[in-house]
């Protein structure tokens, strides 16, 4: 008998780890079903879910049973599988099931929007006054006017993107009309609209036998394989990646590439467009609301063939999917960092597994995660051992510090070949993973450093901007010139990339420099004209941090420098040998391309390192494998899997006082090992201090039974209202 009433089970946005119960809404004329979004009583106000399951189990409490108020879309928004992902990425990473959902749905859909998108257009009004008066009307606003005739010439609506060329103005312009009542804005639905022409597609350079090899693996058999695609940079991993699409694309099927950074999307959306001549769109977070949620329904109705995106892009709903690509695998940025703190790709391979799909995880420098997953036979591993066309590798070769004088950071050995190389009209890339001018501001005479009020941390010079800034925390001071205890002069220590900038105009005045970091890249479009500049070599020396060791390409790179490579040799963290070979390779993988050879000169006082010993005499894949014995050694990951619980508080007391009850609260459990609990590496940041529990077991599973119900123990504890927490899964930093 089932008279009794369905109920909704409903993910709302809450930071609550379940789903509520609701009755449907009164009035709903149709079943509701699952994925439908739905607006629901919450409190006193009303939230926006998802329906995650409709069932008719008995409700906890039915007396307190609320119904829904609406049903939002007509049929389901979020898929079947996508719901299903979504749910177990909810469970896996332990975060509230309704911020997963909000966080997996484009901004206008989080908010109870349609979706189909719209874009604004502007037409002309239903009633306008005859010629003579408008030329009248207009005489003294010739952008209006401007405006005006074009908006006329096309009945339907212009966006305003083709009006933008008519002058820098013309948005107040664009009001001005309005205010007339001259021209109207109307929001106009682009889902149906044609995406960007495919055109013909160009066939690309035909595969070596590698690279086929790679391709026929991957498209070998039906059913799920992850494959780990190991080339060096330029060794032609997208070129396995497209023919690997155009199989998926010629099947009617789509395919998702992730890449780390926003900044490579437009050079793979070019290359993929004009090669597979097909839809390709974009997801990440850089775009416009109305594109991303336009791109986003393409993917989920099929329209788009292919969807390259960065780490979010993973919840991409797919109609037909056929491929999923993760480049540049080891990446960092495919784990979020706060909040719901879950990894792309490890989400893109149970995509893969869920729907019987091959996935692809490409890197010169591969995780040792999924070299481990090699080793196990989870993993199949495809090598592109040399690089594609011709091109050799690069020669590289250690600057011992030690018995070389610097002047400026730069070495004699580095400033002879960097005139060397200029003069032969090559490029020279010089790699400070350091922004600022100064990483340290100290008085020589009585030893005074200035730090951050707020931070366990010291204070970076950005002399441009006469500024004290703390990277940590964001905190800024001016910049003293004199000791606030001993009133002598102060001295900026150490290198920045402004610092290094400066000292090659004074140096190197011959050659343009463009620096490229955070701070210069900081408004819309200059990181694209700065990388612009390189590439058309108008630029001759480029200075940049890690972003220019991400997979850009600089084909006129004929010599890389790596300034500071030191910073990363002694890190307390179990990853930091992996963070900086994978650096160090990825940097020197910029230096020549095609025809030009290239060669990297890496300035170390410790050339005796056995880190650098190893990358040099044998290469990445050797030191990946004594790494990985270490790991096995020391029981970290991949040998095991971690938890990390922090927790941070303005009272010290009570970060640890937590933690401590957090331990006891875990009660020994079999199986895991609890380690600390342990300040943060950086025990005080913005004014909190920070304090953290490692969670450590054999296996994965023992920790996935364990962590649900410890959760909602932590959740009642005393201590926790004093607190902010979280935990991280699978954590990728233990700072
Ligand atoms: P990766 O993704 O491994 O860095 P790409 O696929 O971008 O490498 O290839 C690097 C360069 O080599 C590109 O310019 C590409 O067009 C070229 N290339 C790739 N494969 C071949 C090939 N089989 N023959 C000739 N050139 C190739
Ligand atoms: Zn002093
Ligand atoms: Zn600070």
């Known amino acids: 008998m089932t008279d009794r009433p369905r109920l909704l089970a409903v993910a709302v946005p809450v930071p609550v780890h379940r789903t509520f119960d609701y009755l449907p809404p009164p009035t709903a004329a149709k079943p509701a079903q699952p994925g439908q979004r739905v607006r629901v009583p919450f409190g006193r106000s009303t939230r926006i879910g998802v329906i995650t399951a409709v069932h008719n189990r008995p409700a906890a409490m039915p007396e307190r049973l609320r119904a829904a108020c609406e049903i939002l879309d007509e049929a389901p928004l979020v898929p079947d599988d996508l719901r299903e992902l979504l749910l177990f990425a909810a469970r896996y990473y332990q975060h509230p099931v309704g911020e997963v959902f909000a966080s997996a749905l484009p901004g ?161 959306l070019a290359r993929f467009r004009s090669r597979l001549g097909t839809a390709v769109v974009e997801l990440h977070s850089g775009l416009a609301d109305g594109e991303r949620l336009r791109n986003w329904a393409a993917a989920r109705d099929g329209r788009a063939s292919v969807v390259i995106g960065t780490r979010s892009a993973v919840f991409a709903p797919l109609a037909a999917p056929g491929l999923l690509v993760v480049d540049e695998e080891h990446d960092a940025s495919y784990k979020q960092h706060e909040g719901f703190r879950y990894s792309a790709r490890d989400l893109a391979v149970w995509r893969g597994r869920q729907h019987g799909l091959p996935v692809v995880l490409g890197s010169a420098t591969p995780s040792l995660e999924s070299l481990e997953n090699c080793r196990s036979g989870r993993y199949g591993r495809l090598v592109l051992p040399a690089r594609a066309g011709g091109a050799s590798s690069p020669r590289v070769r250690l600057v011992d510090l030690r018995s070389e004088r610097q002047h400026g950071g730069l070495s004699l050995a580095l400033r002879e070949a960097m005139h060397r190389h200029l003069a032969a009209d090559g490029q020279v890339l010089l790699y400070l993973n350091r922004r600022g001018f100064a990483p340290v501001l100290l008085c020589p005479g009585c030893g005074w450093v200035a730090g951050c009020r707020r931070c366990d941390s010291r204070m970076v010079v950005h002399h441009a901007r006469g500024r004290l800034v703390c990277h940590h925390c964001g905190n800024e001071a001016a910049l003293v010139q004199h000791c606030p205890e001993c009133s002598g002069p102060l001295k900026p220590m150490g290198q920045g990339t402004e610092r290094l900038e400066q000292v090659l105009a004074e140096e190197f005045p011959d050659w343009p420099a463009e620096r490229i970091d955070r701070d210069t890249t900081r408004r819309r479009g200059e990181l694209d004209r700065r990388l612009a500049r390189v590439r058309s070599a108008e630029a001759r020396i480029l200075v940049g941090t890690q972003m220019v060791s991400k997979g850009h390409d600089f084909p006129r790179v004929t010599l890389v420098g790596v300034l500071d490579t030191d910073q990363g040799l002694f890190g307390t963290d179990f990853r930091s040998s992996e963070r900086l070979a994978q650096a160090l390779v990825q940097v020197a993988g910029r230096a020549g391309r095609a025809d030009r050879p290239g060669e990297v000169l890496v300035q170390t006082c410790f050339p005796n390192h056995p880190l650098l010993h190893t990358l040099l005499a044998s290469g990445y894949g050797r030191f990946a494998e004594l790494a990985l014995e270490e790991r096995r050694a020391a029981g970290w990951p991949p040998s095991s899997s971690l938890c990390l619980l922090r927790a941070e508080a303005r009272d010290r007391t009570a970060t640890f006082g937590f933690l401590a009850q957090a331990r006891t609260a875990a009660n020994q459990p079999a199986g895991i090992s609890l380690l600390g609990p342990a300040p943060a590496q950086m025990e005080r940041r913005s004014g909190l201090y920070r304090g953290q529990l490692l969670l450590r077991a054999a296996e994965r599973t023992t920790l996935q039974q364990f962590l649900p119900a410890w959760r909602d123990r932590l959740e009642s504890l005393v201590g926790a209202r004093r607190v902010r927490w979280s935990l991280d899964v699978d954590p990728l930093e233990l700072a």
């Open 108 to 268: 206008g859909l989080r908010t109870g929007g349609t979706a189909v998108a719209h874009r604004r257009v502007y037409r002309p009004a239903a009633r306008l006054p005859d010629k003579t008066e408008l030329a009248s009307q207009l005489a003294r606003a010739p952008l209006q006017a401007e405006l005006m005739r074009r908006i006329l010439a096309a009945p339907a609506g212009l966006g305003a993107e083709v009006l933008a060329d008519a002058g820098r103005d013309f948005r107040r312009a664009l009001r001005a009309l309005e205010g007339r009542g001259l021209v109207e804005p109307i929001e106009q639905p682009v889902n149906d609209e044609p995406l960007a022409p495919g055109g013909q597609p160009k066939p690309g350079p035909p595969l070596n036998e590698s690279q086929q090899a790679a391709a026929r693996a991957i498209l070998a058999r039906p059913g799920f394989a992850c494959h780990l695609l190991d080339g060096i940079t330029g060794s032609g991993k997208t070129e396995v990646y497209l023919a690997c699409m155009e199989q998926v694309i010629a099947c009617g099927r789509q395919a998702l590439v992730l890449v780390p950074e926003i900044a490579l999307t437009p050079q793979l």
